[in-house]
């Protein structure tokens, strides 16, 4: 390689892969140290110095002078400064500069696996940079290996393995060796043997919440809000939304014409169902709406318990509960009240009449 090859591939590193050239002349600083070592069996420490407008490279071994030598890889005593050059002084820099030509094939072999291991670390390093700039998006992953029932995914386009507990996955789902997933990134972390792992998910709120702000263009313009959602991910999600705009749809925006931006979500949840509510600050009518898919008559309410009691119909009340009470369940999770759902036939003499929202 010419000078103004190596030249041109600084460049390019710098603009393809986002590495600063001071970067790498660290590096090649570090692998030419060790080669130096190797070649002459002495460790001193070295300068590369760069022209680009010469395409020169010029490379140094230094000591500093001292009146008495700790280190002798990079300290030299001034009685041997002097011996090379009467002016030295105490502190002084004793350059030697170095010839490509000193190096034999495996001392420059041993530079290159240097340089190129630096390479792989600041690789890395803008790699889990722009990772954890994901945090809290949808990415894509490749399935690897499952293993105990976690599965490990290659993070499309780096280097990055993704890690997805059984907590993080969605019940039922069955992951493939090659499967392309989209998961939300939850955090980046290192483990314990020092490897950068990305944790992520197909099972928490915020996936669903981007996926809904990928598919409702009114979400994302913050024109609709997502005011809560709650989820028993693989079985149903209850998300509450409102805009501040009478004229907005909140719901509607959600639902999308004939449901096309909700079906797609429920298409990458793999069926779970999805209730979308509209919020209401009157907690009555907020707790009724909560309930959906059931018809709730009317709630009842005890503020001082913030607890409620909603009224269906009585072929609605499996409905309302839900399958082993998850409905219900959810219910008082989005809107934080203790939710007693009863059975219309249940009211007697005059219970029900005061503190019924209808």
Known sequence: MTNKDFFAALDALEKEKKIEQQQFIEALETGISVAYKKENGIAKSVKVMLNPQRYEIKIYAYQTVV????????????????????????????????????????????????IMQKNNEIQKELIKDEMNNKEGEIVKGIVRRVENDTVYLEMAGTLLEGVMLPSEQIKGEKYNVNDVLNVYVKNVRTNQRGATQVMV?????????????????????????????????????????????????AVGSCVGQKGMRINSVVQELNGEKIDVIGYSQDIG??????????????????????????????????????KAGQNVRLAAKLTEWKI?????????????IDGINE
């Open 340 to 352: 007693d759902v009863k059975p219309y036939s249940s009211l007697t003499g005059g219970e029900g």
């Open 67 to 114: 009146e008495e030598v700790v280190d002798e890889d990079k300290e030299i005593s001034l009685e041997d400064a002097k011996a090379i050059k009467n002016s030295y002084k105490v502190g002084d820099m004793v350059k030697e500069e170095l010839s490509p030509k000193m190096f034999s094939r495996i001392a420059a072999q041993t530079a290159k696996q240097v």
């Open 201 to 249: 998910s197909r099972a928490s709120i915020g996936f669903v919440k981007k996926l809904f702000e990928m598919e409702v263009p009114e979400i994302k313009a913050n024109l609709v809000n997502i005011k809560k959602i709650v989820r028993e991910a693989g079985y149903r999600t209850k998300m509450a939304v409102y805009a501040e705009d009478s004229s907005i749809d």
């Open 285 to 322: 009518e907020y707790i009724s709406r909560a309930l959906s898919p059931a018809k709730v008559i009317a709630v009842m309410l005890n503020p001082d318990e913030k607890s409620a009691k909603a009224i269906v119909e009585d072929e609605k009340l499996s409905l309302a509960i839900g």
